[in-house]
């Protein structure tokens, strides 16, 4: 089993930073990417940016001025920083790991921005 554990979530106000952490355990199958997306209220899930095993980061146009995504390969580990935050940032944001066998998914963490 593929277990995707995330932190870091929470309340800010607006302008704020929060940093997010997705750490993967288990029996991990070969690795393609990982990163994160996120979903509103009333809004479908939607990319906010993920790493390739060769390095490539793929980000939001509504986020790459704000957000950075950096991993630490010998903790299987990949982190979200967000700067600038904004209300419509506000969303739970889940973690993806997507393997060769298949797509793995986190709980979510709570994101919630104030004005």
């Known amino acids: 089993q593929v277990h995707l554990v995330e932190s870091g979530g929470g309340l800010v106000q607006s302008g704020g930073s929060l940093r997010l952490s997705c750490a993967a355990s288990?029996?991990?199958?070969?690795?393609?990417?990982m990163g994160w997306y996120r979903q509103a209220p009333g809004k479908r899930r939607e990319l906010v940016a993920t790493?390739?095993?060769?390095?490539?980061?793929n980000c939001a146009d509504s986020v790459k001025d704000r957000f950075t995504m950096s991993r630490d390969n010998a903790k299987s580990t990949v982190y979200l920083q967000m700067n600038s935050l904004k209300p419509e940032d506000t969303a739970v944001y889940y973690c993806?790991?997507?393997?060769?066998?298949?797509?793995?998914w986190g709980q979510g963490t709570q994101v919630t921005v104030s004005s």
């Open positions: 993806n790991l997507e393997t060769w066998s298949g797509t793995y």
């Open positions: 288990g029996s991990i199958p070969s690795v393609e990417a």
């Open positions: 790493i390739t095993i060769g390095g490539m980061i």
